[in-house]
């Protein structure tokens, strides 16, 4: 418990100290009119009070990746505390701040304009579509998992398929109505239920003061299929540490923003505040993995990351603790849906430059999406491995899309003649988790000999291209400012 009780600490302390430095370095102003004001519409653009614009955003990051990737990445051992920890603080936080401050201070615009203007306009042009697609994937996973869910806590007759449709119901509503109106009011509920479920974990592990794994025990990789800490357990844990589509939702809150100050609570403080529930999480799936009693049976009945959520609730919270956890777990992922297909109709609408104050204007894009989405749907319904293999993809389009936005963030600072290297430093580590994942996975599929060595070779290789590129343009941008 000592490892676990030190995290926190250091979670809650990252944000007021590595918090206010990062804040000091972007230079946030106080006087600065925002776009809430300057574009205020009534639909995207509306401004709300901090306090609600913090709980949009804290749900709107954490689905079900700060609980099932938490749980999944703790069978790595007590190395996954130290992830979530220093990746939260100084990678996903650093991240999630910058990205959305820059949209703030750009009108609010969608992350794949942000790309263009730091990335060139090929890797706007190509974000744009995998953007829509990527928030179509993450609106389909946030469906069918809810849904499951919801199942087991309704009678017989409310099968997977109503719940699906009701779900897809609130996100057409969710998706077109002012920002205001649902989204701004019912969060407040939904967060009830997920800051209840991880307070009541929280409360329980000291409660009960399991034995927990501890640093000074090692880091040793404990997973019992092998799988190697390095890359897989930084794709394991995304949303407890950094993810890309955490950026892609900064965006709508960037337009809901009165003063520029409310940026480190709820972009740097958002990412904190999932942080600590990843932590909760893994510590208590620590428990159920490792203890000598009730760990093993786990692994060889093969739970996965629902069941010991299931496990874990009952155990610990009660009946009606577990229920109100689980309502946590089902309506976490549904407040990041909602806001998927939301922030993909804003991304189409700013590249076709179209004004989404009618309604019909709203209905021409949003019924695409849906379609879209539909098919998805009806694919990972009837087919057996359709749902792992849309997660599996949105899985590695996620990290990949944080690699891209932290190079952008970084030639932004570098451009504003500010300190890089608070973003430079965690992309080169994750466009080497990344392109490190992405080779072994390949290695794997072709059944190479020695895939570990391999991947490592070539995701360094792909790090130092990448690097290289980097001082490459640098140089060059100051041959141009010289002359």
Not at 192 to 218: N, Q, S, T
Not at 246 to 259: D, I, K, L, V
Not at 329 to 345: E, Q
Not at 463 to 478: D, S
Request: net charge positive; with cysteine.
């Amino acid at each position: 418990m000592i490892t676990f009780s030190g995290s926190i600490i250091l979670l809650v302390a990252g944000y007021f100290i590595y918090g206010k430095i990062v804040d000091r370095i972007f230079g946030s102003n106080a006087s600065r009119i925002t776009p809430a004001y300057t574009k205020q519409d009534g639909m995207d653009y509306v401004p709300m009070k901090g306090w609600r614009i913090f709980t949009i955003q804290f749900l709107n990051i954490a689905g079900l990746g700060p609980i099932f990737g938490a749980i999944m990445g703790a069978k790595f051992g007590t190395a996954s505390f130290l992830w979530i920890v220093f990746g939260s603080i100084f990678a996903g936080a650093v991240h999630d701040y910058i990205s959305g401050m820059v949209s703030l201070r750009k009108d609010g615009i969608s992350l794949p304009e942000i790309h263009g203007l730091y990335l060139g306009n090929g890797v706007k042009q190509f974000m744009r579509g995998f953007m829509v697609l990527l928030m179509i994937l993450v609106g389909v996973v946030f469906v069918v998992g809810p849904a499951n869910l919801l199942v087991k806590l309704t009678p017989d007759s409310l099968n997977v398929v109503f719940w699906i449709c009701v779900i897809i119901v609130y996100y057409i509503l969710a998706t077109l109505l002012p920002i205001d109106k649902i989204i701004g009011k019912i969060y407040p509920i939904f967060g009830f239920c997920l800051l209840f479920m991880a307070a009541g974990i929280m409360a329980a592990l000291f409660w009960k003061h399991p034995a927990l794994p501890e640093v000074w025990e090692g880091l040793q990789n404990r997973h019992p299929n092998g799988d190697p800490i390095f890359p897989m357990m930084f794709v394991s844990i995304a949303c407890g540490a950094i993810s890309g589509f955490h950026a892609t939702q900064s965006p709508m809150m960037a337009r809901c923003m009165t003063n520029e100050k409310q940026g480190r609570p709820i972009f740097f403080g958002a990412m904190i505040a999932e942080g600590i529930v990843a932590l909760i999480w893994a510590a208590a799936a620590s428990y159920f993995f490792f203890d000598t009693e009730v760990g093993h049976t786990f692994f060889q009945s093969g739970t996965d990351a629902a069941q010991v959520v299931d496990a874990i609730t009952r155990s610990w919270l009660g009946k009606f603790g577990a229920v109100l956890a689980l309502l946590g777990v089902i309506f976490a992922p549904i407040t990041s849906g909602d806001t998927a297909f939301r922030s993909a109709r804003l991304i189409v609408a700013d590249f076709l430059h179209y004004d989404q104050k009618p309604l019909i204007k709203r209905l021409i894009i949003a019924i695409p999406l849906f379609l879209a989405a539909f098919g998805i749907l009806m694919y990972s319904i009837f087919d057996k491995n359709g749902f792992a293999i849309i997660w599996y993809y949105f899985a590695w389009a996620n990290q990949t899309l944080a690699v891209f936005t932290l190079w952008a963030i970084t030639i932004y600072l570098y451009l504003k003649k500010k300190n890089y290297l608070i973003t430079l430093i965690p992309a080169l580590f994750m466009s080497m988790v990344c392109s490190t994942f992405i080779v072994m996975d390949l290695c794997a599929k072709m059944h190479l000999t020695a895939p570990y060595r391999l991947a490592y070779i070539a995701g360094g290789a792909v790090t130092v291209g990448v690097f290289l590129l980097f001082l490459f343009w640098k140089r060059r941008k100051n041959r141009e400012i010289m002359m």
